[in-house]
Structure formats: structure tokens, C-alpha cells
């Protein structure tokens, strides 16, 4: 909009200066050839003055005497270009623009009129002259300004990459190294944060795994002390008494190593760089349940295609996930009704049970530490947290059903690796 204006600027100034030329040139000539009429006889009308042919004039003119009555005039002026009332000086007059002078001695006058739709053919020639070029070069502006952009926010992309890998399982430091210096104190700050953060995780860590670990001999023991009171008190009123310590302590011992796997997983070690083969774990968590007489024939295995199952899952983190979800399904399930494992591809497992269905309000809240449904079954209410903690650290997804896929009751889980 500026270049327009400065366009149009100088264009009415040289298209005035042209005329102002004219009229300055033109004049002395129109007054000789009238004093050379003016020897003979003066035509009474107008005299017309011929222009050359094949050639087009941008503007038109007439000479005025002293009265300012039209004398002579140029044979392409129009009838509308005003004959009087035009001062010396430039003006404009229903989108003409005039120029008049008048010699002082003779008394002379010369009125030269140019219609402003040829200035404004100009300024527009003028202005696409402008953009045109300006039009070409946009997209390689745009795409120039796109690529310094990009390349500019390339240590940003990356910082924020480096900053989204960063989780409880990876809390290496940023090295501001790779960064420019307007980004190193932003690197170095938050590597400052996540060496506090890691040592407070690990001060955690090890007090929970520690302390999980500290009471596995005591608990062990004082198991057996009760084991063996119960078996001294026998058919005497105190019997009872020793069955409900002997419970305690071995729900006391089951809670502590749900609380060490916590901890272990806290650590990260249920995800693997490479695929695992996981069936030779499968197959003997399967036979030590079947080993156990009061669970031989409940437990059951489907892999109608023989699929090889397999995940970037550790080989112990797997044996937890599975052996957490079998005694759930065998503790809250139906009695005496069989757990099902089904293998459903190389990366999808599934494990139901019988019983009755579980509201959805309960299910939402099943993933959460010590959550447990409307049940009096035994249990810690930390197997299915576990077990959702494993399969997500692996970027895999656990999934609750009930009733089962397919049936009208049932729990079912199902996990995608």
C-alpha cells in the first residue's frame, strides 16, 4: 500500500511536470503563428491545429486570449473539456486534470487537458510492474522462512524429546552439550532436576525394597512359630486363637512381597530392549499351579493355533504378571470352576474366570493400589495394579471385562503386548 501511494506520488508529479513542460514550450510557438494571422485576417471560429497521423496524444490543448475566449485549439480536443473558468496553475475538473499559463506581455493564454484515467492505467501497469516479481518470489519466501524456522527449532524439538523420554524408568541427564546457549541452562536445570528427582525415587526404592526384603525372615518365622503353637494347641480352646495369628502373618507375608515387586518396578526392570520369548515361562508358571493339589485341575491353557507368544518384557517381570493374575482369578472367582488362559496371537493373552459380574464403577477403580471389589475373599488388592503397571511399562494395554467376551458372567482380562 505505501509503494502504491509513493507510485502514484510520482507518477502525478512527472505526468505534471509533463504538462507544465508542454505548456511552457507550446505557448511561444501558438503566439507566433497568431501574430503571423494576425497580419492578414483572423478566421472568426475557432482555429483547429492538425496533429500528425498514426500519432496519439496523451493530452489535448487550447490557446485563450486576453478575454480568455478560445482562439485556437488542437483538433482532438473534446467537447467536454472545460472552456472556461480554468485558472493559471494546475487544477482538476471533473476528472481532467488542467494546466493553464498565461504570457503577461501578449496576453496569451494556454489551457492543456488530461483526462486522470490515463494516470490511473499508469499507476496500475506501474504497481503489477511491482507485484508481479513480488508474487513469483513469495513461495520462495515462504519456503525460506519455513526452513530457518525449522532449522531454528530443531534444538528445541529435541530438547523436548529428550525431556518426554525422561520417566520413572530413565532419569539420565541431559548433557547441554548438544545445545545452543540461548537452551544449555534450560538443559542443564532440568538435568539438575531429575539427579534430586532420581535420588529421591531411589531413597524410596530402596527403603520399600529393603524394608520388604528386612521382613521376610521375621515373618517367615514367626509363620512357623505359629504353625507349630497351632499344631501344639490342638483341641484346646486356644486352637482358634493360633489359626488367626497364622493368618495374619502369612496375609502379613503375602503383602510384603507385593510390596517388593512394587519396588522392583518401580526400577524399570519389567521392560526389555528385544523380543522375549515368553511360552517357557508360560508353561512353567502353569505347572507349578498344577503341581499344587488343591488347584491341579483348575487351571487351564487354550492355544488352539500354537502361538508363540512373545513381548519386550523381562522373562521375571512376565512371571509376576501371570502368576498375579492366576490367583486372582482363582481367589475371587467361582469355587472349583476352572481359570482359562487363552493365547490369542503372538502378542495378545487373555485370563478369565467364572463368578458373578463385576459392577463398571468397581472395574475403573480395580487398577489401583489396594483397590479390591465387593468381595471377602483373601487377597492384598495390589495383584491386578501390578499387573497393569508391568504391561504398561512394556507399552502394551490391560483391559477388564465383565461379564466375559462372549458369556453372560465371568471376569476377564485381557492384555496386548
Known amino acids: 500500500m505505501i509503494s502504491g501511494l509513493v507510485v502514484r506520488h510520482e507518477l502525478n508529479e512527472a505526468f505534471d511536470q509533463s504538462l507544465e513542460q508542454a505548456a511552457i514550450r507550446l505557448l511561444p510557438l501558438a503566439i507566433h503563428d497568431l501574430e503571423e494571422l494576425a497580419e492578414g485576417e483572423l478566421p472568426e471560429n475557432e482555429y483547429e491545429i492538425a496533429s500528425l497521423q498514426n500519432y496519439n496524444a496523451n493530452f489535448a490543448y487550447y490557446i485563450r486570449n ?75 519466501m515462504v519456503l525460506g522462512v519455513w526452513f530457518a524456522a525449522k532449522h531454528a527449532m530443531k534444538p528445541v524439538n529435541q530438547l523436548q524429546k529428550d525431556i518426554a523420554e525422561r520417566d520413572g524408568t530413565n532419569l539420565s541427564p541431559l548433557t547441554s552439550n548438544f545445545y545452543p546457549r540461548e537452551l544449555a541452562p534450560i538443559a542443564d536445570e532440568v538435568a539438575s532436576l531429575l539427579d534430586r528427582l532420581g535420588r529421591a525415587l531411589n531413597t524410596e526404592r530402596a527403603f520399600a525394597a529393603k524394608s520388604a526384603h528386612e521382613l521376610r525372615t521375621p515373618l517367615a518365622g514367626a509363620l512357623a512359630q505359629a504353625q507349630r503353637l497351632a499344631i501344639e494347641l490342638a483341641n484346646i480352646p486356644g486352637k482358634q486363637r493360633a489359626d488367626d495369628i497364622e493368618k495374619s502373618l502369612r496375609h502379613l507375608s503375602d503383602l510384603s512381597e507385593k510390596l517388593l515387586q512394587f519396588s522392583r518396578l518401580e526400577a524399570g526392570f519389567a521392560k526389555s530392549d528385544q523380543d522375549v520369548d515368553l511360552m517357557p515361562v508360560l508353561s512353567l508358571i502353569i505347572n507349578d499351579f498344577r503341581s499344587n493339589s488343591k488347584m491341579s485341575d483348575r487351571v487351564e491353557l487354550t492355544n488352539s493355533e500354537n502361538h508363540q507368544l512373545s513381548a519386550k518384557l523381562t522373562k521375571d517381570a512376565f512371571a509376576i ?38 459392577p463398571q464403577d468397581v472395574i475403573e477403580r480395580l487398577g489401583l493400589p489396594f483397590e479390591r471389589g465387593d468381595t471377602s475373599a483373601e487377597g492384598t488388592g495390589l495383584g491386578l495394579s501390578i499387573a497393569k503397571s508391568i504391561v504398561e511399562q512394556c507399552s502394551g494395554k490391560l483391559t477388564i471385562f465383565s461379564p466375559r467376551r462372549g458369556e453372560a458372567d465371568g471376569f476377564e482380562v485381557f492384555i496386548q503386548f
Open 321 to 358: 504378571l501371570l502368576r498375579n493374575l492366576i490367583e486372582n482369578a482363582l481367589i475371587h472367582g467361582a469355587l472349583d470352576q476352572k481359570v482359562c488362559i487363552d493365547i490369542q496371537s503372538e502378542k495378545t493373552l487373555s485370563v478369565s474366570n467364572e463368578g458373578e459380574v463385576v
Open 66 to 140: 486576453a478575454s480568455g475566449k478560445r482562439i485556437a485549439l488542437s483538433d482532438d480536443l473534446q467537447a467536454d473539456i472545460a472552456s472556461s473558468g480554468v485558472l493559471d496553475g494546475f487544477s482538476n475538473i471533473d476528472n481532467v486534470r488542467y494546466f493553464a499559463i498565461t504570457d503577461p506581455e501578449t496576453g496569451y493564454g494556454i489551457v492543456i487537458a488530461e483526462r486522470t484515467n490515463h494516470r490511473s492505467h499508469a499507476l496500475w501497469e506501474s504497481i503489477l510492474a511491482l507485484l508481479l516479481p513480488l508474487a513469483a518470489l513469495i513461495p520462495l
